[in-house]
C-alpha cells in the first residue's frame, strides 16, 4: 500500500524557516518525481515544486523560487521542502504527492494526509 | 501566467448528471486530470489523462475533452460525491503544473 506522511509543519514567524518531510512507502521511491501541493486556508490547491526520481530536475512556481528549495533522499526514501524568507500568504496545507510525470503528461497519484504551516507573529 | 479555469459552484439533485466545465488556453495541447477532494481530506485522482478512470473510482465520472474544454460528467449524483473538485494541467510548455480554482459540487 503507497502511503506518503509529511511531517514538519507548524507555528512560525515572518521571515523565518522551516523544513518539511514526506515519507513514502509501498512503492519504488527512487523510480517516481515527486510533488508537493498546497492549500491556503478555505483556498483552492496550488502547485508548489517538483523533483525527478534522481534530484537532477527541479521546478517551482513563480511564488516560491528562490525562498523554497525542494530535495529528496532516495536511500531513506525521503522527500523535503525547505521553506526560507516564509510570508504570511505561505500559510496553508502542504501535501507531499507522488508524482507520475513523463513526456506528454503529469498527474498526482497518491497524496498525503498533508501538514499545516502557519505564518504568523 | 497560465491559468485554468472553474466555475465556483455546481448544484445538482440526487441521480442527475452533474458537469463541471474547466477552461484553459493550452488544454488542446495538454492532457487534464480532475481531483475530488471532501472537508478535510486529500484530493483524491478521479479522472486522468482527460478521460481515464483509476481503478476504484465509480463508473458514474468520466472525463471529456473538446479544444479548450475539458469537462467531468458524474453521472447519477450521489450525496456522497457533494465535494470539491479541481481540474490540473500543465503550461504550453508541459513544464509547470497548474490547477484551476475549484468547484463546490452541492448535492442538493
Known amino acids: 500500500e503507497v502511503q506518503l506522511v509529511e511531517s514538519g509543519g507548524g507555528l512560525v514567524q515572518p521571515g523565518g524557516s522551516l523544513r518539511l518531510s514526506c515519507a513514502a512507502s509501498?512503492?519504488?521511491?527512487?523510480?517516481?518525481?515527486m510533488t508537493w501541493v498546497r492549500q491556503a486556508p478555505g483556498k483552492g490547491l496550488e502547485w508548489v515544486a517538483n523533483i525527478r526520481e534522481d534530484g537532477s530536475e527541479k521546478y517551482y512556481v513563480d511564488s516560491v523560487k528562490g525562498r523554497f528549495t525542494i530535495s529528496r533522499e532516495n536511500a531513506k526514501k525521503s522527500l523535503y521542502l525547505q521553506m526560507n524568507s516564509l510570508r504570511a500568504d505561505d500559510t496553508a496545507v502542504y501535501y507531499c504527492?507522488?508524482?507520475?510525470?513523463?513526456?506528454?503528461?503529469?498527474?498526482?497519484?497518491?497524496w498525503g494526509q498533508g501538514t499545516l504551516v502557519t505564518v504568523s507573529s | 501566467s497560465y491559468e485554468l479555469t472553474q466555475p465556483p459552484s455546481v448544484s445538482v439533485s440526487p441521480g442527475q448528471t452533474a458537469r463541471i466545465a474547466c477552461f484553459g488556453d493550452?488544454?488542446?495541447?495538454?492532457?487534464a486530470y480532475w481531483y475530488q477532494q471532501k472537508p478535510g481530506q486529500a484530493p483524491v485522482l478521479v479522472i486522468y489523462?482527460?478521460?481515464e478512470r483509476p481503478s476504484g473510482i465509480p463508473e458514474r465520472f468520466s472525463g471529456s475533452s473538446s479544444g479548450t474544454t475539458v469537462t467531468l460528467t458524474i453521472s447519477g449524483v450521489q450525496a456522497e460525491d457533494e465535494a470539491d473538485y479541481y481540474c490540473?494541467?500543465?503550461?504550453?510548455?508541459?513544464?509547470?503544473?497548474?490547477f484551476g480554482g475549484g468547484t463546490k459540487l452541492t448535492v442538493l
Open positions: 504527492a507522488r508524482d507520475q510525470r513523463f513526456s506528454g503528461y503529469e498527474y498526482f497519484d497518491y
Open positions: 509501498g512503492f519504488t521511491f527512487s523510480n517516481y518525481w
Open positions: 493550452a488544454l488542446p495541447k495538454q492532457f
Open positions: 489523462k482527460d478521460s
Open positions: 490540473q494541467s500543465a503550461d504550453t510548455s508541459g513544464t509547470y503544473v497548474v
